[in-house]
């Protein structure tokens, strides 16, 4: 059984701080990883892609990989009061499917 | 990115009826998928509709509850059979394709079963 592990939180932030966001997946042959952001009621945004070892930066966010250890991470820096949400960790281990992890709720502390 | 429509946005339904939900997409996609997120859990797929052939369903999902339709490369429709209170979650129509492209989301469609 192929899955993706999230702590589920919530992880409490206050505002300016970096919150870090942690996946491990257990498909070895995964070859793409995802970040999606979801507020409550919402459907799920695409934040972030990664396909290759090391970080990847956009903005305030930056998503780490580390395929040896089977670790995907986001990091969200000088974080706001709107960035609390539900963050999901996606794999997509080379076939067609996506596979998500339970999700991670982020509270930012105004 | 794809620009995916989904509806109805929520309905409310009786138990034992049926629902069908639409899945339009402003370009010619591969993949389409269809998930399920039941309150306070993750996404679950349902099935992988298929064009031109029928969809492709995981384990724990059958047709007769979850017929799908995709008549072309553009559009889907899941519908929900025989509803019962169970069946009250978010299902979300997804687009994507092999490799490593990204998946995109409808808006969703909350179903309460009453």
């Known amino acids: 059984q192929k899955e993706v592990e999230q702590n589920s939180g919530p992880l409490s932030v206050p505002e300016g701080a970096i919150a870090s966001l942690n996946c491990t997946y257990s498909?070895?042959?995964?070859?793409?990883f995802f970040w999606y952001r979801q507020y409550s009621g919402k459907s799920p945004e695409l934040i972030m892609s990664?396909?290759?070892?090391g970080d990847k930066e956009d903005g305030r966010f930056t998503a780490q990989l580390n395929k040896a250890s089977q670790y995907v991470s986001l990091l969200i820096r000088d974080s706001q009061p709107s960035d609390s949400a539900t963050y999901l960790c996606?794999?997509?281990?080379?076939?067609?499917?996506?596979?998500f992890g339970t999700g991670t709720r982020l509270k930012v502390l105004a | 990115s794809a620009v995916i429509s989904q509806k109805p946005s929520r309905d409310i339904c009786q138990r034992g009826t049926s629902l069908t939900i639409q899945c339009q997409v402003d370009s010619q996609v591969t993949m389409m998928f269809w998930y399920r997120q039941q309150p306070g859990q993750s996404l679950t797929l349902i099935a992988t509709a298929n064009q031109g052939s029928e969809a492709t369903y995981e384990s724990g999902f059958v047709i007769d509850k979850f017929p799908i339709s995709r008549p072309n490369l553009t559009f889907s429709t899941l519908t929900v059979s025989n509803l019962s209170p169970e069946d009250s979650s978010i299902y979300l129509c997804?687009?994507?394709?092999?490799?490593?492209?990204?998946?995109?989301f409808g808006q969703g469609t909350r179903l309460t079963v009453v």
């Open positions: 990664i396909y290759s070892n």
């Open positions: 498909d070895r042959g995964s070859q793409s």
């Open positions: 997804s687009v994507g394709d092999r490799g490593n492209t990204e998946a995109f």
């Open positions: 996606a794999v997509n281990p080379g076939t067609y499917k996506y596979i």
